[in-house]
């Protein structure tokens, strides 16, 4: 077999594969063989006649091309190693020079792409400080009072904004109750604005068992196309009023906390130094991480094959579907609600999609560069661990995840370790 290799943009080049000799003939020998079990002649078995006979009845195009089946296979792998090529996708096939001499196979290949690495080693990179103010503190105990707070019967009986109303309520257009519009001891935020525009502001100053009219106009682009755009009247009584109550910041509201170890005020404070510490410095090191890999990815070339960036793309659009089911959603109700087309977000997220697969290409050469790789013990290990935390036997985490992807996760891993160790901080 004779080859050529062109290699053209984004890692997708013309393989030429031209078979000819005894490869060629023996291809068409087993394809004649083929084709001639399903001939039936008058007098014979079928496929049993003698093959000059045979022959007559099969067109020469037919025989060549269930040749070309036959030895394609053989051809590309053929190539492949001729010209250690390593291909990512499964390639497209054409013909040229097709005759019983010889055939000339095409296959349109595209290749694992050749990263140019850029500086990746002895980066400076600086590192935020991370410091706990009296404000952040003061900010997390607010919160915390909100998420503990009571609503209680407000002693004056008077509707405020921020107040919650209960109250009765029942619409009218042109005099007639309307469907959907009527409410018993419904707890109204005010403020929320949860209501028609208007409703609210209009409930304020109102006393308990106080009873008034309200005089309100519906939205232009109201989903009942009956009310859209129409005035009503609601008729409104309140039955009580509440407000929030949040709790003073003392020892009892440190234990009503319930935190393991927690009994005084002091205790509570110095948890929420200590938790919002933390968290500050994962913050600021995930900003590190993300400052020193972009920097690293920025500085290396590649151009990226077409088909990596689709299959990374079509991933993520399953895996935000799968994260949208576990909602209780699924993409078409997403798309209602949203206005999004599936085509629209594929689009927003194959954007992300190509900066993911080159960290990925400039990670693997980096680690090829510096001879990274991932012992069995540790794939071992690995598998363990993602064991441990599913609350499955490795038997059946090894069904779902195959040790060559641990494998290759791993000598990611190890490449950018490799880069923080060796950055100046």
């Known amino acids: 077999m004779k080859t050529t290799w062109n290699l053209g943009e984004r890692s997708t080049g013309v393989l030429k594969v031209t078979v000819s000799g005894d490869v060629w003939t023996s291809a068409q020998e087993k394809a004649f063989n083929k084709l001639a079990q399903n001939v039936e002649l008058p007098g014979f078995r079928k496929g ?3 093959k000059s006979l045979i022959r007559k009845q099969l067109k020469e195009s037919s025989i060549l091309m269930e040749a070309v089946e036959n030895v394609a296979n053989e051809a590309y ?14 390639p497209q096939l054409d013909v040229e020079g097709l005759s019983e001499a010889e055939v000339t196979l095409v296959f ?6 050749e990263v140019t690495l850029g500086e990746y080693k002895g980066l400076t990179i600086a590192k935020g400080d991370v410091a706990v103010e009296q404000a952040d503190i003061d900010a997390r105990l607010e919160k915390m009072r909100e998420d503990f707070a009571e ?4 002693e004056d009986g008077v509707v405020a904004m921020g107040d919650t109303a209960v109250i009765d309520f029942e619409g009218f257009k042109d005099g007639v109750a309307f469907e959907g519009g009527k409410g018993e001891n419904h707890p109204l935020v005010i403020g929320s604005n949860s209501f028609i525009p208007g409703f609210e502001e209009q409930v304020v100053s109102m006393a308990v068992n106080e009873e008034k009219e309200i005089s309100v106009t519906f939205p232009e682009d109201y989903g009942a196309a009956n009310l859209a755009g129409a005035p009503v009247i609601f008729k409104v009584k309140v039955n009580e009023v509440k407000v929030r109550q949040v709790p003073e910041l003392n020892d009892d ?3 009503d906390v319930n935190a393991p170890g927690i009994e005084t005020f002091e205790q509570l404070v110095e948890k929420l130094r200590l938790d919002i510490y933390g968290e500050k410095e994962k913050s600021a090191s995930d900003a590190y991480d993300n400052e020193l890999l972009g920097k690293v990815v920025e500085a290396a070339s590649v151009e ?15 895996d935000f579907k799968r994260r949208l089911e576990q909602q209780g959603f699924n993409i078409d109700m997403y798309s209602q609600i949203t206005g999004q087309t599936q085509e629209f977000l594929k689009e927003q997220i194959g954007r ?3 900066g993911k697969v080159k960290v990925r290409l400039v990670l693997s050469a980096i680690a090829k560069s510096e001879g990274l790789n991932a012992t069995e013990e540790e794939v071992d290990q690995e598998f363990a661990s993602i064991a441990a935390a599913y609350n499955m036997e490795v038997s059946q ?6 040790p060559q992807q641990i494998s290759y996760d791993l000598r990611l891993k190890k490449a950018f370790d490799f880069i923080k160790e060796s950055a100046n901080n």
């Not at 492949?80 to 990512?88: G, M």
């Not at 609503?151 to 407000?154: F, H, S, Y």
């Open 151 to 154: 609503l209680v019967v407000k």
């Open 77 to 90: 792998l053929f190539g492949l190693k001729e010209h250690e090529l390593n291909p990512i996708a499964t």
């Open 397 to 402: 985490v090894k069904q779902y995840i195959q």
């Open 304 to 318: 990226i094959p077409a088909v990596m960036i689709e299959e990374e793309t079509e991933a993520m659009f399953e």
């Open 108 to 113: 349109d290949v595209t290749v694992a792409p």
């Open 48 to 50: 049993q006649a003698p």
């Open 253 to 255: 509201f440190a234990k």
């Open 352 to 354: 992300d999609a190509e």
